[in-house]
């Protein structure tokens, strides 16, 4: 996926940090609303498409979501 040059709103950069973030998140949750219009690599589709191929080969071999969310929260702590 090629870069483009991102226009800073003009303010931006004198917001305090939590508002850059918040204005970040605002414009996230405005393309999220429309999920297929986000482009994906092709190679995070086939990296996707394979796991879910490993999955489906043997589903005992997952470790489920919750089990890998309680693992990394206690990595952080």
Known sequence: MAQTQIHV???FDDLPKIDQVRYLQE???RIANCPGEVPAPDSHLDLAEARLRRHRDDPSA???AIEVLDRLSRRSE
Do not use: E, N, Y
């Open 62 to 64: 997952s470790t489920a």
């Open 9 to 11: 709103p003009p303010g």
């Open 27 to 29: 414009l996230w949750d």
